[in-house]
């Protein structure tokens, strides 16, 4: 099917992509086109006005700027995934965009385009969650950073209002954490069935005066642990139950399976599945993809 009729804009930077969203109500923003074009063909989708901000160079590149990482919003995937610096990082991040479709769409499709669009079976929405990332937006009422486990809302749904352009996600640094991403990956698309992010660090418990006095030795425990889920649930889930069965337990196979096994208690009842795979299926097994990432990360720590 053809797209219905639009204007077409080519925004030249993020100034100008703010006033031509201004000047047309309604209009869409093309990145990398991936999510976009399909459903401006399919006519799930038909705006007036799409404006390109595609070319906008103050969007694009990965630097660090002391406290983490900021990735513009016209980076691609596969950018990221090569990237030594968000490997460096934030390696769960570099990892999840490797896995993302084929090279086409990692050569096209963005991070911005990938959030914005918050698809429940994307990969970066997973990983971001668990990283504590945070959305920087430009809006009519100026720039803005959101959190996020704020900025997404619901399946496909994001707290970006109509004029908000998305500039550029920042990631803390996860300097002596262990971090990971691992993934069910429906064979066809490659989406996420199920997707799993942790971030973990390793320190030490016991010590104080009292454990001096009696000749107790200091115990190696995990800390700061952090998981999200997404694939089976509408939006990513930070899996708090697992969270709380892992922190201050010593990293063994048997923690890493008691705390997986809590996700249970995370998911609820609003479950996603389709003719590949239900959501009961997917709950299921979810506990093992879990157990993996948390494994991952923890032997990552150094
Ligand atoms: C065959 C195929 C397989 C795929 N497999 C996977 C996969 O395994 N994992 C995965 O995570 N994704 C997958 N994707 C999606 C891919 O990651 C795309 O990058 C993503 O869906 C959209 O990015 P885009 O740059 O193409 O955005 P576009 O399609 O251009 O835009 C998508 C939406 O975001 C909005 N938007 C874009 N940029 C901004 C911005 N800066 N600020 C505000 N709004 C913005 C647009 O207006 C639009 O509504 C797949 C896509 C295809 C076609």
Redesign the pocket.
């Known amino acids: 099917m053809f797209a219905a009729d639009f204007e077409y804009y080519r925004a030249g930077s993020v100034a100008e992509a703010g006033q031509l969203l201004a000047a047309h109500p309604g209009a869409?923003?093309?990145?990398?086109?991936?999510?976009?074009?399909?459903?401006l063909k399919l006519r799930l989708?038909a705006p007036a006005a799409v404006i390109d901000?595609?070319r906008i160079a103050e969007?694009r590149g990965i630097s660090t700027d002391g406290d983490g990482l900021r990735i513009g919003?016209?980076t691609?995937?596969a950018e990221i995934a090569a990237s030594d610096t968000v490997k460096e990082h934030a390696a769960a991040l570099a990892e999840?965009a490797s896995?993302?479709?084929?090279p086409?769409?990692?050569n096209?499709?963005?991070?911005?385009?990938?959030?914005?669009?918050a698809?429940p079976?994307?990969?970066?929405?997973t990983v971001l969650a668990a990283l504590g990332a945070t959305m920087t937006?430009k809006g009519s009422g100026g720039e803005r950073t959101i959190d996020a486990a704020d900025f997404f809302t619901g399946m496909m749904a994001t707290s970006?209002g109509d004029n908000?352009?998305?500039?550029a996600i920042r990631v803390p640094s996860a300097a002596g954490r262990g971090n990971a991403y691992v993934?069910f990956?429906?064979p066809a698309?490659?989406?996420?069935v199920i997707g799993v992010a942790a971030s973990i660090g390793i320190g030490t418990t016991g010590g104080g005066w009292m454990a001096k006095i009696k000749g107790e030795p200091k115990e190696t425990v995990c800390t700061d642990v952090a998981v999200a889920i997404g694939g089976l649930v509408p939006k990513p889930l930070r899996c708090s139950a697992v969270e709380a069965a892992l922190k201050d337990q010593a990293p063994s196979e048997p923690a890493f399976a008691a705390a997986a096994a809590a996700v249970s208690g995370d998911l609820g009842d609003d479950l996603l599945g389709d003719v590949f795979a239900s959501g009961d299926y997917r709950k299921a097994v979810a506990s093992v993809y879990v157990q993996r990432a948390i494994e991952a990360a923890a032997g990552r720590v150094g």
């Open positions: 869409k923003l093309l990145a990398g086109g991936h999510s976009l074009i399909p459903l989708a901000i595609g969007l919003a016209l691609t995937h999840a896995q993302i479709g084929d086409a769409v990692r096209r499709g963005t991070i911005g385009g990938n959030l914005a669009h698809d079976a994307s990969d970066l929405p937006v970006l908000d352009l998305l500039t993934k990956s429906h698309s490659r989406y996420a």
